[in-house]
């Protein structure tokens, strides 16, 4: 019974968090076009963390990954759809901030700018902090060892690698600005008492 009720609550913040991206995603594409500086490889794991979203929902909608199911205690999977209900509120919030400057690849555009007050004032990259809590919230939600685990095991090294390349581009572009900006903030996660 757990399982089919943290099934559904997935789905219904799956469905929230992807209109939350499908309406930032509209937005952009009106802008002028971005000069993309992302690699084959960022754009091949880029499409296979896309797909890793597919295992979570043939896990909802089908029997056929149950046999990996395992039970953990119904607070655990309650932990977890707090935690993926932030992730959502995180996605949404750095979309806000960024605006016009989001892009879904490494990329910019006329008039793009350094965006360093919202939830920029506090993290670098917020985006990929939102999706590392939320393979956390799915592997705690979804208790099968395949769909539980499929978007945290692709994203830790996406986001790894797409960190790295984006510091790279920022300081390329924004060169002083962006280093003092690398000085005030963090990464990933904020540090207390800061």
Do not use: C
Not at 16 to 36: D, E, G, H, N
Not at 51 to 73: G, M
Not at 124 to 147: E, S, V
């Amino acid at each position: 019974m757990t399982h089919a009720i943290f099934k559904l609550v997935y789905f219904i913040e799956l469905v929230v968090i992807t209109l939350a991206r499908r309406r930032a995603l509209r937005r952009t594409r009106r802008l002028s076009p971005a000069v993309k500086h992302d690699s084959l490889l960022d754009r091949f794991l880029l499409y296979l963390s896309s797909l890793a979203n597919l295992i979570p929902l043939i896990y909802v909608f089908t029997s056929w990954l149950d046999f990996a199911n395992y039970d953990l205690p119904a607070w655990i999977g309650w932990l977890g759809s707090l935690i993926f209900a932030g992730s959502g509120a995180l996605i949404w919030k750095t979309h806000k901030d960024l605006g016009r400057n989001w892009t879904p690849s490494l990329a910019f555009r006329d008039g793009h700018y350094l965006v360093t007050d919202g939830i920029f004032q506090y993290l670098r990259h917020p985006m990929y902090a939102a999706n590392l809590l939320w393979g956390l919230a799915q592997m705690l939600m979804l208790h099968n060892w395949i769909a539980g685990f499929a978007y945290l095991v692709l994203i830790i090294p996406r986001t790894l690698m797409r960190i790295q390349n984006e510091e790279r581009i920022m300081l390329e572009k924004f060169g002083d600005e962006y280093r003092r900006y690398m000085e005030k903030t963090e990464g990933l996660y904020p540090r207390l008492g800061r």
